[in-house]
Protein backbone atom coordinates (compact mmCIF):
# COMPACT_ATOMS: atom_id res chain seq x y z
CA UNK A 1 0.00 0.00 0.00
CA UNK A 2 1.26 3.72 -0.93
CA UNK A 3 0.09 6.10 1.49
CA UNK A 4 0.83 10.26 0.89
CA UNK A 5 0.29 12.06 3.69
CA UNK A 6 0.09 16.12 4.41
CA UNK A 7 -0.65 18.36 7.37
CA UNK A 8 -2.23 21.39 7.84
CA UNK A 9 -3.70 24.01 10.32
CA UNK A 10 -4.64 27.26 10.19
CA UNK A 11 -4.78 27.45 6.15
CA UNK A 12 -7.88 27.59 3.85
CA UNK A 13 -8.75 24.47 2.33
CA UNK A 14 -8.77 25.69 -1.23
CA UNK A 15 -4.98 26.62 -0.82
CA UNK A 16 -4.31 23.16 -0.68
CA UNK A 17 -6.37 21.84 -3.07
CA UNK A 18 -3.85 22.39 -5.96
CA UNK A 19 -1.76 19.72 -4.18
CA UNK A 20 -4.79 16.81 -4.13
CA UNK A 21 -5.93 17.44 -7.12
CA UNK A 22 -2.44 17.00 -8.92
CA UNK A 23 -1.92 13.87 -6.25
CA UNK A 24 -5.39 12.52 -8.25
CA UNK A 25 -4.52 12.64 -11.93
CA UNK A 26 -1.09 10.77 -10.97
CA UNK A 27 -1.82 8.46 -8.34
CA UNK A 28 -5.02 6.37 -6.80
CA UNK A 29 -3.00 5.92 -3.57
CA UNK A 30 -4.34 6.68 -0.13
CA UNK A 31 -4.18 10.19 0.61
CA UNK A 32 -4.14 10.82 4.85
CA UNK A 33 -4.44 14.76 5.78
CA UNK A 34 -3.87 15.06 9.45
CA UNK A 35 -5.01 18.41 10.15
CA UNK A 36 -6.91 20.58 13.02
CA UNK A 37 -10.01 21.46 12.74
CA UNK A 38 -11.42 18.56 10.62
CA UNK A 39 -14.25 20.51 9.35
CA UNK A 40 -12.46 23.45 8.16
CA UNK A 41 -11.28 21.04 4.95
CA UNK A 42 -14.48 18.87 4.55
CA UNK A 43 -14.81 20.00 1.19
CA UNK A 44 -10.61 18.76 0.48
CA UNK A 45 -12.07 15.35 1.46
CA UNK A 46 -14.81 14.87 0.32
CA UNK A 47 -13.42 16.40 -3.33
CA UNK A 48 -10.47 13.94 -3.75
CA UNK A 49 -10.93 10.91 -1.88
CA UNK A 50 -8.59 12.22 1.12
CA UNK A 51 -8.97 11.16 4.54
CA UNK A 52 -8.82 13.45 7.71
CA UNK A 53 -7.38 12.73 11.06
CA UNK A 54 -7.89 15.50 13.37
CA UNK A 55 -5.26 15.94 15.51
CA UNK A 56 -5.63 19.07 18.26
CA UNK A 57 -1.99 18.98 18.83
CA UNK A 58 -0.55 19.39 15.67
CA UNK A 59 0.06 23.27 16.69
CA UNK A 60 0.97 23.18 20.36
CA UNK A 61 2.88 26.46 20.88
CA UNK A 62 0.43 29.21 19.87
CA UNK A 63 3.44 31.75 20.31
CA UNK A 64 5.77 29.77 18.05
CA UNK A 65 5.46 30.30 14.46
CA UNK A 66 7.76 26.95 14.04
CA UNK A 67 5.77 24.57 16.98
CA UNK A 68 3.94 22.61 13.57
CA UNK A 69 6.92 22.26 12.14
CA UNK A 70 8.31 20.38 14.77
CA UNK A 71 5.52 18.83 16.54
CA UNK A 72 3.84 17.49 13.62
CA UNK A 73 7.05 14.75 13.51
CA UNK A 74 5.06 13.31 17.27
CA UNK A 75 1.95 13.53 15.92
CA UNK A 76 3.77 11.45 12.54
CA UNK A 77 5.11 9.15 14.89
CA UNK A 78 1.56 8.40 17.09
CA UNK A 79 -0.46 7.92 14.08
CA UNK A 80 2.15 5.90 11.94
CA UNK A 81 1.31 3.29 14.88
CA UNK A 82 -2.00 2.94 12.76
CA UNK A 83 -0.42 2.79 9.41
CA UNK A 84 0.13 -1.43 8.13
CA UNK A 85 3.81 -2.45 8.24
CA UNK A 86 3.65 -3.39 4.67
CA UNK A 87 2.96 0.35 3.39
CA UNK A 88 5.15 2.95 2.16
CA UNK A 89 4.52 6.51 3.69
CA UNK A 90 5.51 9.65 1.21
CA UNK A 91 5.39 12.63 3.57
CA UNK A 92 4.90 16.11 1.74
CA UNK A 93 4.25 19.68 2.58
CA UNK A 94 1.06 20.54 0.86
CA UNK A 95 0.68 24.41 0.02
CA UNK A 96 3.60 24.87 -2.32
CA UNK A 97 3.73 21.52 -3.78
CA UNK A 98 2.26 19.67 -6.49
CA UNK A 99 2.83 16.03 -8.69
CA UNK A 100 3.58 16.06 -12.38
CA UNK A 101 3.44 11.87 -12.20
CA UNK A 102 3.36 9.00 -10.09
CA UNK A 103 6.38 9.49 -6.96
CA UNK A 104 5.93 5.82 -5.76
CA UNK A 105 7.76 3.83 -8.09
CA UNK A 106 11.32 5.80 -7.72
CA UNK A 107 11.14 5.10 -3.73
CA UNK A 108 14.16 3.18 -2.36
CA UNK A 109 12.46 0.16 -1.02
CA UNK A 110 14.25 -0.24 2.15
CA UNK A 111 15.75 3.25 2.99
CA UNK A 112 14.66 6.74 3.53
CA UNK A 113 14.04 8.17 0.30
CA UNK A 114 14.81 12.27 0.36
CA UNK A 115 15.88 15.27 -2.39
CA UNK A 116 18.28 18.16 -1.71
CA UNK A 117 18.13 22.00 -2.28
CA UNK A 118 21.25 21.78 -4.25
CA UNK A 119 23.22 23.46 -1.80
CA UNK A 120 25.47 22.22 1.00
CA UNK A 121 24.80 24.17 4.61
CA UNK A 122 28.11 25.51 4.08
CA UNK A 123 27.39 27.02 0.80
CA UNK A 124 23.74 28.84 2.66
CA UNK A 125 23.45 31.60 5.08
CA UNK A 126 20.27 30.51 6.44
CA UNK A 127 21.66 26.92 7.18
CA UNK A 128 24.74 28.43 8.65
CA UNK A 129 23.54 30.74 10.39
CA UNK A 130 20.71 28.44 12.33
CA UNK A 131 23.23 25.51 12.51
CA UNK A 132 25.86 28.14 14.10
CA UNK A 133 22.97 28.84 16.97
CA UNK A 134 21.28 25.77 17.35
CA UNK A 135 23.48 23.14 16.63
CA UNK A 136 27.15 24.45 17.30
CA UNK A 137 28.75 20.82 18.08
CA UNK A 138 27.23 19.73 14.41
CA UNK A 139 28.93 22.25 12.61
CA UNK A 140 31.50 20.40 11.48
CA UNK A 141 29.47 17.39 10.44
CA UNK A 142 26.57 19.88 8.73
CA UNK A 143 28.61 22.45 6.69
CA UNK A 144 29.97 20.16 4.08
CA UNK A 145 26.62 18.01 3.70
CA UNK A 146 24.05 18.78 1.44
CA UNK A 147 20.86 19.99 2.46
CA UNK A 148 17.88 17.81 2.72
CA UNK A 149 14.14 19.53 2.54
CA UNK A 150 12.26 18.11 5.13
CA UNK A 151 8.96 19.21 3.11
CA UNK A 152 9.33 15.42 1.20
CA UNK A 153 10.69 12.15 2.39
CA UNK A 154 9.33 8.80 2.29
CA UNK A 155 9.54 5.36 3.65
CA UNK A 156 8.69 2.29 4.71
CA UNK A 157 6.10 2.69 7.75
CA UNK A 158 8.35 0.49 10.30
CA UNK A 159 11.33 3.06 9.51
CA UNK A 160 9.17 6.23 9.41
CA UNK A 161 7.93 5.72 12.99
CA UNK A 162 11.56 5.60 14.19
CA UNK A 163 12.82 8.09 12.59
CA UNK A 164 9.70 10.84 13.17
CA UNK A 165 10.27 9.88 17.08
CA UNK A 166 14.12 10.47 16.21
CA UNK A 167 13.40 13.82 15.03
CA UNK A 168 10.74 15.38 17.32
CA UNK A 169 13.50 14.01 20.08
CA UNK A 170 16.00 16.18 18.65
CA UNK A 171 13.60 19.05 17.64
CA UNK A 172 12.29 19.27 21.32
CA UNK A 173 16.04 18.99 22.71
CA UNK A 174 16.76 22.41 20.88
CA UNK A 175 14.24 25.75 21.32
CA UNK A 176 14.05 27.60 18.42
CA UNK A 177 15.84 25.25 16.47
CA UNK A 178 14.09 24.86 12.92
CA UNK A 179 13.05 20.92 12.54
CA UNK A 180 15.10 20.56 8.84
CA UNK A 181 18.18 21.29 10.96
CA UNK A 182 16.62 18.48 13.19
CA UNK A 183 16.27 16.03 10.43
CA UNK A 184 18.86 16.39 8.95
CA UNK A 185 21.20 16.34 11.97
CA UNK A 186 19.63 12.66 12.45
CA UNK A 187 20.12 11.88 8.99
CA UNK A 188 23.80 11.98 8.81
CA UNK A 189 24.54 11.27 12.12
CA UNK A 190 22.32 8.31 12.71
CA UNK A 191 20.78 7.30 9.36
CA UNK A 192 23.41 7.39 6.84
CA UNK A 193 23.24 4.22 5.88
CA UNK A 194 19.85 4.04 5.82
CA UNK A 195 18.94 7.26 3.50
CA UNK A 196 18.62 7.65 -0.17
CA UNK A 197 18.75 11.06 -2.03
CA UNK A 198 17.14 10.47 -5.51
CA UNK A 199 19.76 12.40 -7.75
CA UNK A 200 17.94 15.39 -9.83
CA UNK A 201 18.81 13.72 -13.10
CA UNK A 202 16.49 10.62 -12.11
CA UNK A 203 13.61 13.51 -12.12
CA UNK A 204 12.04 12.87 -8.32
CA UNK A 205 11.80 16.05 -6.40
CA UNK A 206 12.25 19.20 -7.62
CA UNK A 207 13.37 22.10 -4.38
CA UNK A 208 12.82 25.21 -5.64
CA UNK A 209 13.04 27.32 -2.99
CA UNK A 210 16.83 28.74 -4.09
CA UNK A 211 15.89 28.97 -7.41
CA UNK A 212 13.62 31.18 -9.80
CA UNK A 213 12.26 29.97 -13.50
CA UNK A 214 15.25 27.53 -13.62
CA UNK A 215 18.07 29.82 -13.04
CA UNK A 216 20.41 30.27 -9.78
CA UNK A 217 19.85 33.34 -7.48
CA UNK A 218 22.25 36.20 -7.39
CA UNK A 219 22.50 36.03 -4.07
CA UNK A 220 25.51 34.65 -1.89
CA UNK A 221 23.67 30.91 -1.58
CA UNK A 222 24.92 29.58 -4.78
CA UNK A 223 21.36 28.17 -5.64
CA UNK A 224 21.58 24.79 -7.03
CA UNK A 225 25.53 24.56 -7.52
CA UNK A 226 25.27 20.60 -6.16
CA UNK A 227 22.02 19.85 -8.46
CA UNK A 228 22.94 17.05 -10.77
CA UNK A 229 21.09 18.28 -13.01
CA UNK A 230 19.24 21.60 -12.94
CA UNK A 231 15.63 21.37 -13.00
CA UNK A 232 13.95 23.99 -15.81
CA UNK A 233 9.98 25.23 -17.04
CA UNK A 234 9.52 23.78 -20.45
CA UNK A 235 6.25 23.80 -22.25
CA UNK A 236 4.55 24.82 -18.76
CA UNK A 237 6.23 21.59 -16.84
CA UNK A 238 9.20 21.29 -14.57
CA UNK A 239 11.58 19.14 -16.12
CA UNK A 240 15.49 18.03 -16.29
CA UNK A 241 17.71 20.69 -18.20
CA UNK A 242 19.05 17.83 -20.27
CA UNK A 243 16.80 15.01 -20.14
CA UNK A 244 14.06 16.66 -20.42
CA UNK A 245 12.29 14.66 -17.90
CA UNK A 246 9.24 15.70 -15.78
CA UNK A 247 10.14 15.66 -11.94
CA UNK A 248 7.40 14.02 -10.03
CA UNK A 249 6.83 16.21 -7.13
CA UNK A 250 7.59 20.00 -8.06
CA UNK A 251 7.77 21.98 -4.37
CA UNK A 252 8.57 25.52 -3.64
CA UNK A 253 5.83 26.90 -6.04
CA UNK A 254 5.17 30.36 -3.55
CA UNK A 255 2.64 32.84 -4.58
CA UNK A 256 2.68 32.61 -8.35
CA UNK A 257 6.58 32.51 -8.42
CA UNK A 258 6.60 29.80 -10.73
CA UNK A 259 3.11 31.20 -12.88
CA UNK A 260 3.77 28.84 -16.03
CA UNK A 261 3.66 25.86 -14.07
CA UNK A 262 0.94 23.39 -14.70
CA UNK A 263 0.12 19.84 -13.70
CA UNK A 264 0.26 17.84 -16.29
CA UNK A 265 -3.14 17.02 -17.91
CA UNK A 266 -4.56 19.67 -16.31
CA UNK A 267 -4.59 23.82 -15.14
CA UNK A 268 -1.89 25.97 -14.06
CA UNK A 269 -0.98 26.65 -10.63
Not at 59 to 71: A, F, L, T
Not at 202 to 222: F, I
Request: glycine share 8%; net charge negative; hydrophobic share 40%.
Amino acid sequence: MNIVVGFVQKIPEERVFGWAESLRKVSDARAVVLCHPVEQYAKLSARYKVELIDCPDLWRDERDGQSICKDRWDVMAREFQNFPDDARVLVTDMTDLVFQRDPFPQLHPEKITVATEGVTFGENGWGMTLTDHHMKHARDLMAGSRMICAGVWAAPVPLAREFCRDVYAEAKSRPGGVDQHCMNLVLYRDYADRAYAVPYSEAWCAHLSLMYQGKPNTGPDNAGNRFEERPVLRNDVMVTERGDDPFAIVHHIWHGRWPGLRVLGGGRT
